[in-house]
């Protein structure tokens, strides 16, 4: 089995899309092999369902939202937030609606995404204190497609031995290949890993606009959430 497809994995949270991005109407998304859509409800929440009309299969991304609900672009069949129909347009007003839905996932907002759990999860989203402390600021770096599997992914943000090389012609510093070690800190969630990586400054940054007191480092911090799954250490 691949493991991308262990089903533990779809007892977790995942940060999917910017919330800002449900704005304009649904987005579909696929999330450890599930097509899933999400849309901004009634009180400008986040839900996700499966992309998948149960009347004709079509894609409810290719719908559109009405009053907290999403429209079917088929044929108009519109459901709530939970997954339940509640119109079809083409029953007279007396004729109720069948007790049918389209699946629905565990979904909120965290640090500006929507976040996604495919089952019931094992536990909360990982909390990000930083995030509420006024000393720290938020920035959004990107939000792209990134064709790899997600390990790999993972791997990439502990390797501080790549800085020097893709990143030469920005931050990264040739000269200083070497990287430096990283402390591990056991938690009760998995662990969280720091190291100092030696930059070149960019020249924008090079006239007292620098935010520590150390210049030509800066520090790494990942933190990685294994709840209820055995712990790794990269």
């Excluded at 791997?155 to 200083?176: C, L, M, P, R, Y």
């Amino acid at each position: 089995m691949l493991n991308t497809k262990q089903p533990v994995l779809r007892r977790f949270w995942y940060a999917v899309m910017p919330v800002d991005h449900l704005k304009e109407g649904p987005r579909p998304f696929t999330l450890l092999g599930e097509p899933i859509v999400l849309f901004l409800d009634a009180n400008g929440e986040p839900a996700a369902l499966e992309d998948r009309c149960c009347h004709r299969t079509a894609k409810l991304s290719k719908g559109w939202c009405r009053n907290g609900n999403i429209v079917c672009g088929y044929h108009g069949w519109e459901y709530d937030r939970d997954g339940k129909l509640v119109m079809i347009p083409q029953f007279p007003f007396e004729q109720p609606i069948p007790d049918a839905k389209a699946r629905s996932f565990r979904s909120q907002t965290r640090y500006g995404y929507v976040w996604v759990a495919l089952d019931e999860p094992l536990g909360d989203i990982p909390d990000v204190p930083e995030d509420l402390d006024p000393g720290y600021r938020r920035i959004d770096q990107f939000y792209d497609k990134w064709n790899t599997a997600a390990l790999r992914l993972m791997e990439n943000s502990f390797d501080n031995a790549h800085f020097a090389f893709v990143h030469k012609n920005t931050f990264g510093d040739i000269a200083q290949p070497r990287p430096e070690k990283y402390e591990i800190v056991e938690t009760d969630y998995g662990f969280r890993a720091e190291t100092i990586v030696p930059i070149n400054p960019p020249e924008s940054l090079s006239h007292g606009q620098r935010a520590d007191n150390a210049p030509g480092v800066f520090p790494v911090n990942v933190a990685v959430h294994a709840i209820g799954a055995p712990r790794a250490f990269v």
